[in-house]
């Protein structure tokens, strides 16, 4: 398989992956259908920001903002009934139960985790010892200038943390769990070793807790933009939105069978910290997973980073051992 020259890498070399905008279908269908996918995704962005803009404040609360969420990712499981991007995507029973696992786990256990180690303790100690008046300059600009830089401040730090999983091993452990998924589908985000979802999920959100209209907005880039990274919908994506946003299509790319193809597009909601540091690749990918699509099972994910790490390290000293018994010359 010869792939595409992408910057300095081969895309496509160790499994499909299709290269380019224009070359990714469109939606099929009468004129309805083909508006409500290519404006589906601004129109619920600029509904939600107009809503956290203008909501009384008995409304802007975290209540209503999970309500939105859950509500809103149930609107996307009928999309994705509705206009598949695969077929071969398709959830099953199966599936669906397996990543209502995962999404129970994260309103459960790792919340009860994050109360005591997660981002909002050490953020928490911080604040303490911070003078917050020396920010009265950046909560004296406008409410969007505000979630804006909020949001992009956030996903830098998702940029790093989440390309540092791909090539430092110890990381590359949690991580890896969640590259087994063959299909992406609207919960396959919360789907992964509990270890990694804890550091992805490590941010610097809490700093802003004095901003709660601004964090809120901030929060809907994340709803209204990254929630489309694992889902089964085939939009005809606007121009702009694809340049500036993670898309479906740039993640199918990131879970692709293809070596380098998964080695790009790290960004959680923008992608153009992936075009700043040479690591977008747009274009998209129907076979997804590791080990040719292997789907690893639940008990698996539970334990990989432990015996996989038990494993390297009993292969390493046998290794060093036989290094240290060669005589000197």
């Not at 956290?52 to 009934?81: D, M, Q």
């Not at 069978?257 to 790290?266: A, E, H, I």
Request: glycine letters at 10%.
């Amino acid at each position: 398989m010869a792939g595409v020259r992408v910057g300095n890498r081969i895309i496509g070399a160790d499994s499909p992956v299709t290269v380019g905008w224009d070359n990714i279908p469109k939606v099929e269908g009468g004129p309805l259908k083909r508006f409500i996918f290519t404006y589906f995704q601004p129109f619920f962005l600029f509904s939600l920001i107009a809503f956290w803009y203008y909501a009384p404040n008995s409304l802007a609360t975290a209540t209503t903002a999970i309500t939105i969420a859950i509500s809103f990712k149930v609107l996307l499981i009928g999309i994705e009934l509705v206009n598949p991007r695969h077929k071969s995507w398709q959830l099953t029973w199966k599936e669906l139960c397996t990543d209502l696992f995962y999404v129970g786990l994260g309103y459960t256990l790792l919340r009860m985790v994050d109360v005591y180690i997660g981002a909002g303790v050490v953020i928490e100690a911080i604040q303490g010892a911070y003078d917050w008046g020396k920010l009265d300059w950046f909560t004296g600009m406008p409410l969007l200038v505000q979630a804006l830089l909020i949001s992009l401040i956030f996903d830098f730090g998702q940029y790093w943390m989440h390309r540092g999983m791909h090539n430092w091993y110890p990381l590359w452990l949690t991580h890896a769990p969640h590259h087994y998924i063959t299909q992406l589908n609207i919960n396959k985000g919360a789907v992964g070793n509990p270890i990694e979802l804890f550091l992805i999920g490590l941010g610097i959100g809490g700093f802003f807790d004095f901003l709660p209209r601004a964090a809120l907005l901030a929060a809907t880039f994340g709803l209204a933009i990254g929630t489309y990274q694992h889902i089964n919908v085939r939009f005809n994506t606007p121009r702009w939105w694809r340049f500036l946003f993670n898309t479906t299509e740039h993640h199918s790319v990131h879970h692709s069978q293809d070596f380098q193809g998964s080695r790009s597009n790290y960004g959680a909601t923008w992608i153009i910290f992936d075009r700043i540091f040479g690591t977008c690749v747009d274009g998209e990918a129907e076979k997804l997973g590791m080990e040719g699509g292997r789907r690893m099972q639940i008990n698996e994910t539970m334990v990989f980073p432990f015996t996989e790490g038990v494993r390297a390290v009993k292969e390493r000293i046998p290794a060093r051992f036989r290094r240290s018994s060669v005589p000197a010359e």
